[in-house]
């Protein structure tokens, strides 16, 4: 298969590595770096990107920035760019892929444990991430042409030490596995999930 992987940070590495190991063509592709550069707030910049890499056969996305705040203090712009870049960013993805992705392909976002267990100061995170799996459970029922979509909801990553004083109490899982849980999305039949690494369940 060729694969699409936005995201040069630990899990789009561990993505790309795990599809390459497992014998998958990839293609990586973020602002700055990679194959091929789109911005995800920028719809324009994803149809060009899209239209270059055609076809191929599965895109997965490890990107989008979400801003931490206390929601007393959280600014209008903070809620503004978090759901423009990995809700409506990872939507768009998904909108600006559609025409060119091959019959039966594959879509695998990401969303994260903030979806369901919530931390201080976690309000924005939890809505986008909920954003994200709303859409992803309502598109999978609404996709053409066999076209699958799926999420993988990691934790905090032990590659992240620098989030681990937001995430007080929670073990880390290790960028490696987040990338199988990549291939297990794009490997196999199934649709509409979120593939949890939450490590939460005591
Ligand atoms: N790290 C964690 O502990 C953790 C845990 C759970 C969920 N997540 C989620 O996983 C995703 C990836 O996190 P990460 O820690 O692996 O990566 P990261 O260090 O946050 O890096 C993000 C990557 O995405 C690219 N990017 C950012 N904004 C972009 C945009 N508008 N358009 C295109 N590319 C963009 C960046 O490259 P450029 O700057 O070159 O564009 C960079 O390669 C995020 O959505 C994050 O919320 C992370």
């Known amino acids: 298969m060729k694969v699409i992987v936005f995201g040069g940070g630990p899990i ?8 390459e190991q497992a014998g998958h063509a990839v293609v990586t592709v973020s602002r700055t770096t990679g194959d091929g550069r789109a911005d995800i707030t920028d719809k324009a910049s994803l149809d060009a990107l899209f239209a270059s890499v055609a076809p191929f056969d599965a895109v997965a996305s490890a990107v989008g920035v979400v801003e931490p705040g206390p929601l007393a203090e959280a600014t209008d712009e903070q809620w503004a760019s978090s759901i423009a870049s990995k809700g409506m960013g990872q939507i768009n993805l998904v909108r600006a892929a559609l025409p060119h992705i091959t019959d039966g392909g594959s879509f695998t976002l990401i969303s994260g444990v903030l979806a369901e267990e919530f931390t201080r100061h976690s309000a924005i995170g939890a809505t986008v991430n909920n954003m994200v799996e709303g859409f992803v459970k309502a598109a999978a029922t609404d996709l053409p042409r066999g076209l699958r979509i799926n999420c993988v909801s990691p934790t905090v990553l ?3 030490p620098h989030y681990f004083p937001y995430f007080p109490g929670y ?9 199988m849980a990549y291939l297990r999305a794009i490997a196999n039949p199934i649709t509409g999930r979120i593939l949890k690494l939450h ?3 005591s």
Not at 12 to 19: C, D, E, F, P
Not at 171 to 179: C, F, K, L, M, R
Request: zero cysteines; aromatic letters at 0%.
């Open 12 to 19: 789009g590495v561990a993505v790309r590595s795990t599809l």
């Open 158 to 160: 032990a590659e992240s």
């Open 171 to 179: 073990e880390p899982v290790t960028a490696a596995e987040v990338g």
């Open 199 to 201: 490590k939460t369940n």
